[in-house]
Every structure is written in structure tokens, then in C-alpha cells.
């Protein structure tokens, strides 16, 4: 005859079954277990193991949930080993706005003023979101001087396929990618007034093949042009990411950036401080070349959530002017550290909005 578990195993079971089920999904902020999320369970006299599934748009900090979930159940399992598996949930993504986008998170990358980097962080944070486990297309909504397809070494013409979509350019990994850049000569300048400019920007939207993604990572043209209000009529945008340098003078740009985005009704998703100091390869010593810490400081008088700080990487930059950035990321560590602390932040505060104010069940129509 078969063991039966003890009334206290069975009691402890029950207890963290309920603990776990009750603890905000990282995606949407409702319960897990009212999501299915709660894969397996099983308590013994000396461990407990579980199975969490998170969606592949949260799975950057799905080792910070399964630390958490961790750390609730030993509260009452005292002694007991613990093991909280976090297995990819598949989730769909619903069609997003007017252009019917299949998105979970529209995130845009702007800044208040050329020449901070901002390409190659919108870039870099779309292959790094991938990397940790994320389904992710970049977007160049910078038309008038689009930079994505030179920083990842992208060339060729879109195709229109059977079913009268654009075919975005893609990285070896799959990656959808779709820029003015595809389109123009290498000389061409585009010269257009804003009508033009929108339809550009909804058509990149609406008639790219885009398949069911997580982020679509928009990478904005710089200052405070109207893009931005083009976007938020288009698509539920989840956050806007502002890149600054630490000079007063770029500070200052950044802040009118945040009062455009949050003129049109876009929430801010965070700052991101690029060339904050230089680590000399041959010294070890770090530089303070523009400053430091400037944006962190102003994120914090403005109330808006600051996501890392990126140092002058000589490497990163030598593989964005050849085209190298995607592998770059991909084998060098160093490189690629500053975005995961920046990926990270952007996904544990949209999760923390998420569970702040979770959606609301839809009624089934009659």
C-alpha cells in the first residue's frame, strides 16, 4: 500500500499551493494562479518543489520571481529545501490600437537632443530583451536619419509577401527589424512635411509582418518632433525610455523630452545615463569625462524610475560603426552586462505597474 502523505505535509501543501497561487503574475499583476501559472507542486519531509510558469515577456526577471516566490515559501516551510522551477507560459499577445499591432509592450526610445547614443541603446536593449528570453522586434522610427540597419550590419530591400505584408529585414536570430534605412539609397535624404511622415510611421506599424511579439523597441528620432503624438494615437505605447548624458546641457534637453512624451499621454519608462564615465582598458581606472550621476539625480526630482547608467565602451562602439553590435552583445559579457541591469529594470517596473494596477477581467459578450 502506498505512503499517504501526513495530515501536516498535506496541510503545509495546501498552504503553499495558496501562497503561491495568490502572488501577482509579472505580466499582467493578476493572481498566478488564476492564470494557470501554477504548474506542479509537491511538499515532502525535507523540500518543497514547485513549478511557476512566466511568459516569455517577463522571462528577463523570471530568476527574481522564482527568488521571491522562494523566499515566501521558506516563511513557512522553515527548514525545508526549496526549488521554484520557472518554465516559459505561453501567453498570445491581443492585437494592439487602431494598427491591430500583435505586441505585448510598445517601449520607445527617445532623447532630447542628437548625439547621445540613443540608436545604440534602443538597438542594444531590444537584442539584450531577446537574449534573457523575450520575443523582440526593433522598429527605426527615426526617419530622417536612420541608423539601426548600419549598427547591425542590416542591408536589402523588404519583400511583400503573399498576404500583402511587408517582410521586416532579420537578424540571424530571427530578430524583425524594419527601418527607413531598407528603403532609401545610401545617399537619399528623405524630405517630407508631417502627413508623410505619419503615414510612414503607421505603415511601418500596421503592414509589417511583425508575428506575435513581447517588445516592439521603437527607436525615436531625436528632440521633441511629432513622432511621438503619431505613435500614441497608433498604439497603447507601455513606456517611453529617455537617453541623456550626464551634461547639464543634455540634462536639460532630457527634461523636455519627458514633458513631450508625457504631453501625449506616454508613460515614462525610465532614464538611461550613456557615457556615464570611462574605463580606461589599459589603467583599470575609471574617468568621469562628461560627469556622472547627473541623470539619476534628475530621474529623482522628477519622479520618474532612473535604469542604469551606461559607461563609454570603446569595443561597443568600434562593433556599432562596422556593423558588429548584435554580436557584440552576444560574446562579450562586459558589453552586454549594462544593458541586462537596464533590460531587467525596464521588465521589474512594468511588472510592478502590472501589479499596482492589474487589468480587469473582460465580461463575454452576450
Request: charged share 20%.
Amino acid at each position: 500500500m502506498a505512503d499517504q502523505p501526513s495530515p501536516e505535509s498535506s496541510s503545509l501543501e495546501e498552504t503553499v499551493r495558496d501562497l503561491l497561487s495568490a502572488h501577482p503574475d509579472p505580466e499582467t499583476g493578476r493572481p498566478l494562479g488564476s492564470m494557470g501559472q501554477l504548474k506542479e507542486l509537491s511538499v515532502s519531509e525535507t523540500e518543497v518543489i514547485a513549478s511557476v510558469g512566466i511568459t516569455s515577456h517577463c522571462q528577463p526577471i523570471a530568476a527574481e520571481v522564482a527568488q521571491t516566490l522562494t523566499d515566501k515559501v521558506q516563511t513557512v516551510a522553515p527548514g525545508k529545501t526549496v526549488r521554484i522551477d520557472t518554465p516559459v507560459h505561453d501567453r498570445p499577445p491581443a492585437r494592439l490600437g487602431q494598427v491591430e499591432l500583435r505586441t505585448k509592450s510598445v517601449i520607445l526610445v527617445g532623447s532630447g537632443k542628437g548625439g547621445v547614443g540613443k540608436s545604440t541603446v534602443a538597438a542594444s536593449l531590444a537584442l539584450t530583451l531577446r537574449r534573457l528570453g523575450s520575443s523582440v522586434g526593433l522598429m527605426d522610427a527615426d526617419v530622417y536619419g536612420p541608423s539601426i540597419p548600419h549598427l547591425l550590419g542590416l542591408s536589402g530591400r523588404p519583400a511583400i509577401s503573399e498576404s500583402k505584408k511587408i517582410e521586416p529585414i532579420r537578424l540571424p536570430d530571427s530578430m524583425p527589424v524594419m527601418s527607413m534605412g531598407f528603403l532609401l539609397e545610401k545617399d537619399q535624404a528623405v524630405i517630407w512635411r508631417g502627413p508623410m511622415l505619419h503615414g510612414s510611421i503607421n505603415q511601418f506599424l500596421k503592414d509589417t509582418d511583425w508575428g506575435e511579439l513581447d517588445y516592439l523597441v521603437i527607436d525615436m528620432p531625436p528632440g521633441t518632433g511629432d513622432v511621438a503624438l503619431t505613435l500614441s494615437q497608433a498604439v497603447p505605447v507601455a513606456g517611453a525610455v529617455v537617453v541623456c548624458t550626464p551634461q547639464e546641457v543634455a540634462l536639460l534637453d532630457a527634461v523636455k523630452a519627458i514633458s513631450m512624451f508625457k504631453k501625449v499621454n506616454i508613460p515614462i519608462a525610465g532614464i538611461v545615463e550613456n557615457m556615464s564615465g570611462f574605463l580606461c582598458p589599459d589603467c583599470g581606472k575609471t574617468y568621469d569625462i562628461f560627469g556622472r550621476g547627473g541623470a539619476r539625480q534628475k530621474a529623482e526630482e522628477l519622479g520618474v524610475p532612473y535604469l542604469g547608467g551606461l559607461p563609454i565602451d570603446i569595443a561597443l562602439r568600434e562593433a556599432g560603426d562596422e556593423g558588429r553590435l548584435a554580436s557584440e552583445i552576444a560574446e562579450h559579457p562586459q558589453s552586454r552586462s549594462p544593458f541586462e541591469q537596464i533590460a531587467r529594470s525596464l521588465v521589474r517596473n512594468l511588472a510592478a505597474k502590472a501589479a499596482a494596477a492589474p487589468p480587469k477581467p473582460s465580461l463575454p459578450t452576450l
